[in-house]
């Protein structure tokens, strides 16, 4: 799989079945869920699993927001899910300027639980640098 560029209207297929655009006018990347079957709802391990391979593949950061605002739903897809966000509250955070991910109530607080557990795994896994290795 390629990475996303800034080609207007360049879309990139996903094995996780997420379609992402890059939009060069905000410099927003969002994610689009594909119709299945049924339209079931993704529960709360599969989104877990999810924000867990967007986390590692790089197309969520992990760091933490330039700024986050909480405010009424747009209707835009969710960038963990890629459903459209319905909720009464969406949560917008930009990253650096460059980066501008949406998210539904119960996606970013799994993205939020997610990329802290898996920062702290990390630096568990580091040698000490007070110890000399």
Known sequence: MS????????????PAGLTYTWAPDSGARFGRRRKQCGGKVL?????????RGLLTS????SEDPVKLWAGPSMAKP????????TTATEYELDFSGTLTVLFHPRCYAIWNEERKRMTDERRRDRPSQASGT
């Open 3 to 14: 990475n996303l560029s800034d080609s207007p209207g360049r879309s990139l297929d996903d």
């Open 43 to 51: 529960d709360d391990a599969q989104v877990r699993e999810r924000v």
């Open 58 to 61: 790089g197309r969520l950061p």
């Open 78 to 85: 969710c960038s963990c899910c890629g459903e459209i966000i």
